[in-house]
């Protein structure tokens, strides 16, 4: 019995285990293993918590809420929000607001925006807009739009 125990303990000193510690093997690409805490970034690289100067939070418990927070970097949240037809089938969830931030430019970026039964709507000076539908195409949808459906075309 004392004979299968050394046997086993030489077999697991032998054991070619490498491949569970990282990268041994050339043909694996594993990260790199971390040999010593030097390569950790210093203390210093951190930068400190940005503190919140202004914060308000307001819930009814019904479905209608706002708040709102301004933090020393210059961000600015703000958000509304309401249940519209509550106990109705047509009770629909509907919120806006807006958010702001100084980009690395200096240049301070606001975004409004609306959630509604009718999706989500965002708008801001910086955003792109699509470009106006040609009136060829604007006319075609309203004849189609203007047409009676039929339900059995195809």
Do not use: C
């Amino acid at each position: 019995m004392k004979f299968l125990i050394l046997l086993a303990l030489v077999a697991a000193v032998a054991a070619d285990v490498s491949h569970l510690f990282g990268n041994q093997h050339h043909h694996h690409h594993a990260a790199p293993v971390v040999k010593s805490f030097d390569s950790f970034p210093a203390q210093s690289q951190y930068q400190k918590p940005i503190a919140i100067l202004r914060l308000v939070q307001d819930n009814s418990g019904l479905g209608d809420y706002r708040y709102a927070f301004e933090t020393e970097n210059g961000i600015q949240v703000q958000e509304e929000g309401v249940l519209k037809n509550a106990g109705s089938k047509d009770e629909a969830k509907s919120a806006q607001g807006s958010y702001s931030y100084v980009g690395d430019d200096g240049q301070t970026y606001t975004v409004n925006w609306v959630a509604d039964e009718n999706g989500y709507r965002a708008s801001g000076a910086h955003l792109p807009v699509a470009p106006e539908i040609p009136e060829a195409i604007k006319k075609s949808l309203e004849f189609i739009a203007s047409q009676p459906q039929q339900q059995d075309q195809f």
